[in-house]
């Protein structure tokens, strides 16, 4: 069964440095999503992407994260400078077009000294 | 936008009693109504799910059941076992500009006492 590849599992970082996250999703899944979870707390979207196109980034802190999936498959999110607000997982997810489900990858966990 | 609330935030039960976590939504344009469990450490994997056309979908020892007149939703666990403890979040989705945009409850984290 495809999943979702996200990689690191875990990062642990000073502030001010800089952190990046891959996600590759399931092979002809259109959208690909970025949530930021919280623990206790359920995912927040950051950044979605429809093929290659932001359709949703109005949760993204724009002046430290970015993202991009250039050709449309697999992402990257970048925080530069990190903070220590940022300690979270970082889920990523992606689906077909339309309603339906999303299936999420393992996450990486930012923890950030 | 869309707003979901989700109650109760902890449920704690016994083993072989039912759990029912309730949802619900703002937009009713929303058209398709997921549930993730979450286990800790864990990525939130899909249960069950339910389309605006149905008002009830069961799968073994779960189900789900939408009111759409009342924009609300409900996740029923019947015989709860251990492995049943985890947070589980439902969701609501809708077509907007045309993608999907999904809002999260904030979760309910369930005890199974066994």
């Known amino acids: 069964e495809a999943e979702v590849a996200q990689s690191p599992r875990y990062k642990i970082t000073e502030k001010s440095q800089a952190v990046a996250f891959w996600c590759d999703p399931i092979s002809g899944h259109a959208t690909l999503y970025w949530y930021r979870q919280i623990l206790g707390q359920g995912p927040e979207l950051l950044v979605q992407f429809q093929d290659e196109s932001v359709v949703d980034d109005s949760q993204l802190p724009k002046d430290r994260f970015s993202a991009e999936r250039l050709k449309g498959v697999d992402s990257t999110l970048k925080i530069q400078p990190a903070e220590l607000g940022d300690s979270a997982m970082y889920l990523c997810a992606s689906s077909r077009q339309g309603p339906d489900t999303q299936y999420f990858g393992p996450g990486t966990r930012l923890t950030v000294l | 936008g869309e707003n979901v609330e989700q109650h109760p935030s902890t449920l704690s039960v016994q083993e072989g009693d039912s759990a029912v976590i309730k949802c619900t939504y703002s937009?009713?344009?929303?058209?398709?109504f997921p549930w993730y469990k979450q286990e800790l450490g864990k990525r939130p994997q899909l249960i069950i799910d339910i389309r605006s056309n149905v008002g009830e979908k069961k799968d073994q020892r779960i189900a789900v059941t939408l009111n759409k007149t009342a924009k609300h939703f409900s996740l029923h666990i019947t015989e709860t076992q251990p492995e049943d403890s985890a947070v589980y979040f439902c969701a609501a989705s809708i077509i907007q500009g045309g993608y999907q945009k999904v809002t999260f409850g904030t979760g309910t984290k369930l005890q199974v006492i066994p």
């Open positions: 937009d009713s344009a929303s058209n398709y």
